[in-house]
């Protein structure tokens, strides 16, 4: 596989449910990224890991719990969400954060509902 | 507050035409400007982009137009064929990458190409 791959491409849940996501790079970069895009809102950034280590949160609610255990893969463990979280979860990577490369390769995204 | 705006919700140009999208940014630290599509059920791709050194990037079909002192760029695509019918997404950071700020992004405008 190439790119970046993320998983499940959709997710219901309930407000009490617990789930993850997963994301994983085959692109060899060294940072990876979870952003959020509501209906009728820009994408918003959630969380950088850069090197495996968590870099700025952005004041995300507690209910989502980024995990990175190593450079390829990035998680984002869901709990007691609102109906409001229902969204498109977008994880990406890129080579560089801090300089060189300013792409971002996103993957599919999660479509996700909140019940 | 937004920091990049994208007005048009939605853009229809014929077949053939030049298409022109549209993005205005207030940051005025924002240095490097990305153009991102995005096709449904995908994750957003890149494009194209500028850095604050020119005022003009081209790349095939695709230019991008920047002038800082109105903070405005612009999308060209000439000419505009079917497969170009898409989301498209402006985006701008201080630095490349985004660094632990990530980019932000436009609300996106949707072009779609008639035939």
């Known amino acids: 596989e190439t790119g970046v791959t993320q998983t499940p491409r959709h997710l219901v849940m309930g407000m009490t449910n617990k789930k993850s996501l997963k994301c994983e790079q085959h692109?060899?970069?060294?940072?990876m990224y979870w952003y959020k895009q509501s209906a009728k809102k820009p994408l918003e950034l959630m969380f950088v890991?850069?090197?495996?280590?968590?870099?700025e949160n952005n004041s995300v609610p507690s209910r989502f719990s980024p995990e990175c255990p190593n450079s390829s893969h990035l998680f984002l463990h869901l709990h007691t969400l609102q109906p409001e979280d229902s969204a498109l979860y977008l994880c990406?990577?890129?080579?560089?954060?801090?300089?060189?490369?300013?792409?971002?390769?996103f993957g599919s995204g999660t479509q996700l509902s909140v019940l | 507050d937004q920091q990049v705006k994208q007005n048009s919700p939605s853009l229809s140009v014929q077949e053939g035409r030049i298409s022109i999208l549209n993005c205005d940014y207030t940051?005025?630290?924002?240095?490097?400007f990305l153009w991102y599509k995005k096709y449904p059920a995908e994750g957003p791709t890149f494009l194209i982009s500028?850095?604050?050194?020119?005022d003009k990037n081209e790349d095939g079909r695709f230019t991008v137009f920047l002038n800082k002192s109105a903070k405005h760029l612009s999308l060209h695509i000439v000419p505009s064929q079917p497969g170009d019918s898409a989301v498209y997404f402006c985006?701008?950071?201080?630095?490349?990458?985004?660094?632990?700020?990530?980019?932000?992004f436009g609300k996106g405008t949707h072009l779609i190409i008639q035939p």
């Open positions: 940051n005025s630290m924002f240095d490097y």
């Open positions: 990406a990577s890129s080579q560089d954060p801090t300089g060189g490369n300013e792409k971002l390769f």
């Open positions: 890991y850069s090197l495996e280590e968590r870099v």
């Open positions: 985006a701008a950071s201080a630095i490349p990458g985004g660094g632990a700020d990530g980019l932000t």
């Open positions: 500028i850095s604050s050194i020119k």
């Open positions: 692109l060899g970069h060294n940072a």
